[in-house]
């Protein structure tokens, strides 16, 4: 069968690692040159591989192949073979190359391989082939000038236009919710609106904001508080650990399945609040429909995690030159089931990894070539792979402590009688020191009015720092963090707000009426439930973090050693800690056998 084979080059002044965001988004390029949204099967094969096949439906005709597995080294090539089921194109290859160029800028080469009939390929190569090159080149140089200028922007997508009663609608809600103080309502009404479909697959609130250079925060609870007004839907996505794809997906909390089968991987796994519950935001189908499937399922960018992806074969060793990973945690692993091997790379220095029936080995050599040797019986797919995850992910973890997703989803919880565990979390306790005495000091309706403001301050205090109360028993508070630096902010946010807020109370009434906030710290490990109809959080952890609440004296704070511990291991936050001057002790607390080591920090003057 005839090869039809054509080369397109370019010099940019853009760097590889500038180009690469832009080049590489596949899914982006289809939809750009026009191609259909896909669906893919895949199917375990009883060597332990994977058949995938592609399904979408193109000028009237039903069109089927098998997704090869596609292979990349990050900022430096991709390369992805489509066999299809038809007797006149049997195979489709693209590949793309970056290589730096010898006085600045890159070098870039796009390689387009198709295996056709006779009549397919003389009709390719007598205008198919130039009319798609041409394609090519404006998408190339749109994106290389978007890189060339800083700019995230890839391929400009033409897209069917949003009827006028939907945009007028879409837009009045975007102005609701700015006056409601969402500043960046109508910037994301407007990629709603107006983004290509690829866009607004699983939308990701932190590459949001990273893009349009604004708080996370901010376009959180804007994409939460756009789900209720009709805008948005919000999905709960059930991520595998290994390719990072989204195998699972429900609407709600209560229809997510504890566990799921990743077939990309033949691995079971289950659902981690922490790591691989993720939420994620697409149009509402009134807004946009944007369909299912996707325009490359093979898309490096969507596996931002794996940087090396290479085919080898049995006995061979695959070197790729110049290539730059940051320094930090890895692991070697195959596609094919197997095991995995951590490693590090520091300096720059990349080890050699050799494939072996059993775990990769990792060999002591390094530097900035990527070297793969395969022991095996088999060809392998070599997978380098980050591993920290994925920065832009919002884990069910993370917005199910926020106040905001506390406020508008009262209602989403687990099934009745589900239980997921979470492998950390920050908890604070607070609570008022002497209530019943206030009462008697300045009666019934004074005193509970000032415990109502004293809620607000806290509540106030506990959103600002990305937290989420999660109930309140008599005069005490709960809430819960996903990240333990935000709970000691929160904490002293509190004590310094409380001490301002009695000051005020002291130059109104002109007599001293203080609310005196007893506040106590804790992280670790939990289990989350469903109690009265909402989500909470028991066990150990939740409880030393009462008990400690209970080791105040009012004014000051209280965290336990592991807490204080924990933060001394983060840049930045060890020193913020260590100014606070927390004096350490130990103390006997209810339900704990052993003495409890913990950290006090004074209140203030």
Request: net charge neutral; charged share 25%; aromatic share 6%.
């Amino acid at each position: 069968m005839p090869l039809v084979e054509r080369i397109w080059k370019w010099r940019f002044a853009a760097s590889p690692e500038a180009l690469w965001p832009l080049l590489a988004d596949t899914g982006r390029l289809n939809e750009a040159v026009g191609f259909a949204r896909y669906t893919l099967s895949e199917t375990p094969r009883p060597d332990g591989s994977i058949e995938r096949i592609g399904t979408t439906r193109r000028l009237g005709m039903t069109l089927t192949w098998e997704e090869g597995v596609p292979e990349w080294v990050w900022n430096r090539r991709y390369r992805h073979t489509r066999r299809f089921r038809s007797r006149f194109v049997r195979a489709v290859t693209a590949e793309i190359q970056l290589h730096p160029a010898a006085r600045g800028g890159a070098d870039v080469e796009f390689r387009l391989t198709i295996a056709a009939m006779w009549p397919v390929a003389l009709v390719l190569s007598c205008g198919g082939m130039r009319r798609y090159g041409k394609t090519i080149d404006r998408l190339f140089r749109e994106a290389a000038s978007f890189a060339e200028a800083g700019l995230a922007q890839g391929f400009s997508v033409p897209h069917a236009p949003v009827p006028d009663a939907v945009r007028r609608r879409v837009l009045a809600q975007a102005q609701a919710l700015s006056e409601r103080g969402l500043p960046v309502a109508e910037r994301l009404a407007a990629h709603v609106l107006d983004a290509p479909q690829v866009e607004l697959e699983r939308m990701r609130p932190r590459a949001l904001a990273r893009r349009w250079q604004v708080a996370p925060r901010a376009v959180i609870e804007t994409c939460l508080a756009a789900v209720r007004e009709g805008m948005l839907t919000l999905r709960w996505d059930l991520v595998c650990p290994q390719c990072r794809g989204a195998k699972v997906t429900a609407t709600s909390l209560d229809e997510l399945p504890r566990g799921a089968h990743c077939p990309s991987c033949n691995i079971h796994f289950e659902g981690d609040f922490t790591r691989n519950v993720e939420v994620t935001f697409e149009p509402a189908p009134s807004v946009r429909d944007i369909g299912s499937g996707g325009f490359c399922l093979a898309n490096p960018l969507e596996s931002g995690h794996i940087k090396v992806k290479l085919r080898v074969k049995p006995g061979e060793g695959k070197v790729s030159n110049g290539v730059t990973l940051p320094d930090g945690d890895y692991r070697a692993r195959t596609v094919e089931p197997g095991g995995s091997t951590d490693f590090r790379i520091e300096h720059g220095r990349i080890p050699s990894i050799t494939l072996t029936e059993g775990d990769p080995l990792i060999g002591d050599d390094g530097g900035n070539s990527v070297h793969i040797v395969n022991l095996g019986p088999a060809p392998r797919y070599a997978v380098i792979e980050d591993r920290r995850w994925a920065q832009d992910a919002l884990t069910a973890h993370e917005a199910t402590t926020m106040q905001a997703f506390r406020d508008l989803f009262a209602d989403a919880v687990l099934r009745p009688g589900d239980q997921v565990g979470i492998g950390r979390i920050a908890f604070l306790f607070t609570d008022i020191k002497g209530s019943s005495d206030l009462y008697n000091r300045v009666g019934d309706a004074r005193a509970y009015g000032l415990v109502r403001e004293h809620y607000a301050v806290l509540t106030r205090a506990v959103r600002e720092h990305d937290g989420a109360v999660v109930k309140t028993i008599g005069d005490a508070v709960m809430a819960a963090f996903a990240n333990p630096s935000d709970a000691l902010e929160a904490a002293l946010a509190i004590r310094d707000d409380i001490a301002h807020f009695n000051r005020n109370v002291a130059d109104e009434t002109g007599a001293e009426v203080a609310i005196v906030v007893k506040l106590g710290l804790h992280v670790g490990p939990c289990i989350a439930v469903t109690l009265n109809d909402r989500l909470d959080y028991f066990g150990r952890t939740v409880n030393l973090a009462a008990r400690l609440q209970g080791e105040s004296r009012g004014g000051d704070i209280v965290l336990s050693q592991a807490m204080a511990e924990e933060l001394s291991q983060s840049p930045g936050v060890a020193e913020r800690l260590r100014d606070l001057s927390p004096a350490a002790e130990t103390a006997r607390v209810k339900g704990f056998a052993e003495p409890i080591a913990l950290r006090r920090i004074p209140a203030t003057g």
